[in-house]
């Protein structure tokens, strides 16, 4: 049986399920498209290509683009709920679809018990129509990807921009509990940020969608419990408002914080201060309204937050925790799919891997007047790096999300703080962001305080070797990406001969794509990628690309006479 599911929102995505197994995800933004693009024809054509064939199930992930209607529904999550239905072999798989509203699509945005299904063609072929909500694609996506166990009871966490509860799934993959936390934990964060920046409009605006993880990044340079008492008091009325959109900035203006500057004192305090403050309030739910003992599954946005990741697995509260590497809405087609798949055959869990996107296309060949074609040589490329060269480096299928996890990546000595800021200025970004590593599961004890395997990059531990400095964050902390010889055989190579010329299998790793898009996916956008930014060389598979004598790196910082079509440096 065949899934294909659409996710019509931003960070839009397809993703298709064969009998069980994940084959493909592919999500608008990659191949230098747009950051949290919608769905995109290219997209939908790259699947028909890839898959040969035409689904037995077409799955639509609900959305709602009317946003005051999202959060009226948000503020009381325990009562929305829409008629269940129950298809599948021998299934009549007849309801009809809920009424449309305008902006509505297909099972809505939220409801937990929100989906449906009949029959309808495809391209000819009938077809099993399944949607379900937005929220249902979280939910799902948690625990159909999560590791299967006979656990009789388990929690869901889904925390994103809109909205916050935890679910209690049975054994039967039913709903026993819905218990609403918070609105918005995600956009609060967005808002915090637009209340300390003057670029924001004091008469309020929507959320900008990447100043919460901005946000996030700041809050490392405060403790949260060494603030001062009026910049508490500001995260605590943050907290309390329910009016989310248009953000209502100028009620703050007395406030501190107001227009104080992102990266001032202020913003990183009440950045740290909001970071512990929505934990605890969600913990606190945890502690008090889940039985104790059972496993958790991590899903939405906030999913991304490596600090509440760690600090669900230190609460002690579960016995095991459990996140995606695409927990924010990038995976939610696969949610969609699992939901789907789930409705069809009993059961949620599929067989996944991270690289499930396109491979990488060699669409021209590099101009060999000016790039120098060798095979790869892992020992000499590692040389290379230990010599302070960036290396752009793709290699087979891109990883599904939004992380760069050694398909898709920037590389580069990880020792110099001066190579952060290299990496920071050829990304575009802000000097405060910090560079992750990836790092040998074998140097794991040596180089960080905690050996656990993370191959999703989903979790902070702190540096141990005092050399990677390039990689600690100002908190001594990093987000590691663990490599090991059969989760990225050709990273492993990389980091082992990496090793053997400096001590330590440990480097920069940096999503590779121009500032503002997806990942780069063909050798066109990467040599332009590589001239307007200053990238010492690439390598595309086995085949290893530097820079003749005399063609240095390029400084240019923005495109000049861009044509239409063309990647931008700064997202526009």
Same mark, same amino acid.
Not at 365 to 390: N, Y
Not at 398 to 427: C, H, M, Q, Y
């Given at each position: 049986?065949?899934?294909?599911?659409?996710?019509?929102?931003?960070?839009?995505?397809?993703?298709?399920?064969?009998?069980?197994?994940? !084959?493909?995800?592919?999500?608008?933004?990659?191949?230098?498209?747009?950051?949290?693009?919608?769905?995109?024809?290219?997209?939908?054509?790259?699947?028909?290509?890839?898959?040969?064939?035409?689904?037995?199930?077409?799955?639509?992930?609900?959305?709602?683009? $009317?946003?005051?209607?999202?959060?009226? @529904?948000? @503020?009381?999550?325990?009562?929305?709920?829409?008629?269940?239905?129950?298809?599948?072999?021998?299934?009549?798989?007849?309801?009809?679809?809920?009424?449309?509203?305008?902006?509505?699509?297909? @099972?809505?945005?939220?409801?937990?018990?929100?989906?449906?299904?009949?029959?309808?063609?495809?391209?000819?072929?009938?077809?099993?129509?399944?949607?379900?909500?937005?929220?249902?694609?979280?939910?799902?996506?948690?625990?159909?990807?999560?590791?299967?166990?006979?656990?009789?009871?388990?929690?869901?966490?889904?925390?994103?921009?809109?909205?916050?509860?935890?679910?209690?799934? $049975?054994?039967?993959?039913?709903?026993?509990?819905?218990?609403?936390?918070?609105?918005?934990?995600?956009?609060?964060? /967005?808002?915090?940020?637009?209340?300390?920046?003057?670029?924001?409009? !004091?008469?309020?605006?929507?959320?900008?969608?990447?100043?919460?993880?901005?946000?996030?990044?700041?809050?490392?340079?405060?403790?949260?419990?060494?603030?001062?008492?009026?910049?508490?008091?500001?995260?605590?009325?943050?907290?309390?408002?329910?009016?989310?959109?248009?953000?209502?900035?100028?009620?703050?203006?007395?406030?501190?914080?107001?227009?104080?500057?992102?990266?001032?004192?202020?913003?990183?305090?009440?950045?740290?201060?909001?970071?512990?403050?929505?934990?605890?309030?969600?913990?606190?739910?945890?502690?008090?309204?889940?039985?104790?003992?059972?496993?958790?599954?991590?899903?939405?946005?906030?999913?991304?937050?490596?600090?509440?990741?760690?600090?669900?697995?230190?609460?002690?509260?579960?016995?095991?925790?459990?996140?995606?590497?695409?927990?924010?809405?990038?995976?939610?087609?696969?949610?969609?799919?699992?939901?789907?798949?789930?409705?069809?055959? /009993?059961?949620?869990?599929?067989?996944?891997?991270?690289?499930?996107?396109?491979?990488?296309?060699?669409?021209?060949?590099?101009?060999?007047?000016?790039?120098?074609?060798?095979?790869?040589?892992?020992?000499?490329?590692?040389?290379?790096?230990?010599?302070?060269?960036?290396?752009?480096?793709?290699?087979?299928?891109?990883? !599904?999300?939004?992380?760069?996890?050694?398909?898709?990546?920037?590389?580069?000595?990880?020792?110099?703080?001066?190579?952060?800021?290299?990496?920071?200025?050829?990304?575009?970004?802000?000097?405060?962001?910090?560079?992750?590593?990836?790092?040998?599961?074998?140097?794991?004890?040596?180089?960080? $305080?905690?050996?656990?395997?993370?191959?999703?990059?989903?979790?902070?531990?702190?540096?141990?070797?005092?050399?990677? @400095?390039?990689?600690?964050?100002?908190?001594?902390?990093?987000?590691?990406?663990?490599?090991?010889?059969?989760?990225?055989?050709?990273?492993?190579?990389?980091?082992?001969?990496?090793?053997?010329?400096?001590?330590?299998?440990?480097?920069?790793?940096?999503?590779?794509?121009?500032?503002?898009? /997806?990942?780069?996916?063909?050798?066109?956008?990467?040599?332009?990628?590589?001239?307007?930014?200053?990238?010492?060389?690439? !390598?595309?598979?086995?085949?290893?690309?530097?820079?003749?004598?005399?063609?240095?790196?390029?400084?240019?910082?923005?495109?000049?006479?861009?044509?239409?079509?063309?990647?931008?440096?700064?997202?526009?």
């Amino acid at each position: 049986m065949l899934v294909v599911a659409f996710n019509p929102g931003h960070d839009g995505a397809i993703a298709a399920i064969r009998d069980g197994s994940l !084959v493909l995800c592919l999500e608008a933004e990659k191949d230098s498209f747009e950051r949290y693009s919608v769905l995109n024809p290219s997209s939908v054509l790259h699947v028909a290509e890839q898959l040969g064939e035409l689904p037995d199930v077409v799955a639509l992930g609900g959305w709602d683009t $009317d946003l005051s209607r999202q959060l009226e @529904a948000a @503020a009381d999550l325990a009562k929305v709920s829409r008629a269940r239905l129950t298809w599948g072999p021998g299934g009549n798989g007849n309801a009809r679809e809920p009424a449309s509203l305008p902006g509505l699509v297909g @099972a809505g945005y939220l409801g937990s018990e929100a989906f449906s299904g009949r029959r309808t063609t495809f391209f000819g072929k009938s077809v099993q129509y399944f949607s379900s909500s937005h929220e249902r694609s979280h939910i799902l996506a948690a625990i159909g990807m999560a590791p299967a166990d006979d656990c009789p009871l388990q929690a869901v966490l889904v925390w994103e921009g809109l909205f916050g509860a935890f679910y209690l799934v $049975d054994d039967s993959m039913r709903i026993v509990r819905t218990i609403p936390v918070l609105i918005g934990p995600g956009v609060r964060f /967005g808002f915090l940020f637009g209340l300390c920046d003057p670029s924001y409009p !004091v008469e309020g605006d929507l959320i900008r969608l990447a100043d919460s993880g901005k946000l996030m990044a700041l809050a490392a340079f405060g403790d949260p419990y060494d603030s001062d008492p009026d910049v508490a008091h500001v995260v605590d009325e943050l907290l309390r408002i329910d009016a989310l959109f248009p953000f209502p900035k100028a009620s703050f203006s007395a406030s501190p914080v107001f227009n104080c500057g992102v990266r001032s004192e202020l913003a990183v305090a009440a950045a740290a201060v909001l970071t512990r403050r929505i934990f605890e309030v969600f913990a606190e739910v945890a502690l008090h309204e889940i039985p104790a003992g059972i496993p958790l599954r991590i899903s939405g946005g906030c999913g991304l937050n490596c600090d509440w990741n760690a600090a669900w697995r230190d609460l002690g509260h579960f016995s095991s925790v459990f996140v995606p590497p695409c927990p924010n809405d990038s995976g939610s087609a696969i949610g969609t799919a699992i939901d789907a798949h789930a409705a069809a055959t /009993g059961s949620p869990h599929i067989d996944w891997d991270v690289y499930a996107g396109l491979e990488f296309d060699h669409d021209v060949e590099p101009d060999p007047s000016r790039w120098h074609f060798q095979p790869l040589d892992h020992g000499r490329l590692a040389k290379a790096i230990a010599d302070g060269q960036v290396v752009a480096w793709a290699q087979g299928r891109w990883e !599904v999300g939004p992380r760069a996890l050694g398909n898709r990546s920037l590389l580069a000595e990880p020792f110099g703080e001066a190579t952060r800021d290299r990496l920071n200025d050829i990304k575009g970004r802000e000097p405060y962001r910090p560079i992750a590593p990836c790092a040998r599961v074998e140097d794991l004890g040596a180089a960080f $305080d905690d050996d656990f395997e993370d191959p999703h990059m989903l979790y902070f531990r702190h540096v141990r070797d005092r050399r990677l @400095a390039a990689v600690t964050h100002v908190d001594g902390s990093a987000r590691v990406q663990t490599v090991s010889a059969s989760t990225n055989p050709s990273q492993h190579a990389l980091l082992s001969a990496f090793a053997q010329h400096t001590g330590v299998g440990v480097l920069c790793n940096t999503s590779l794509n121009f500032s503002g898009r /997806g990942f780069i996916n063909r050798t066109s956008h990467l040599i332009d990628f590589c001239d307007r930014r200053g990238v010492d060389c690439f !390598v595309v598979g086995d085949r290893w690309y530097s820079r003749r004598d005399g063609e240095g790196p390029a400084t240019i910082k923005q495109p000049v006479g861009r044509m239409s079509g063309e990647p931008s440096l700064d997202g526009s």
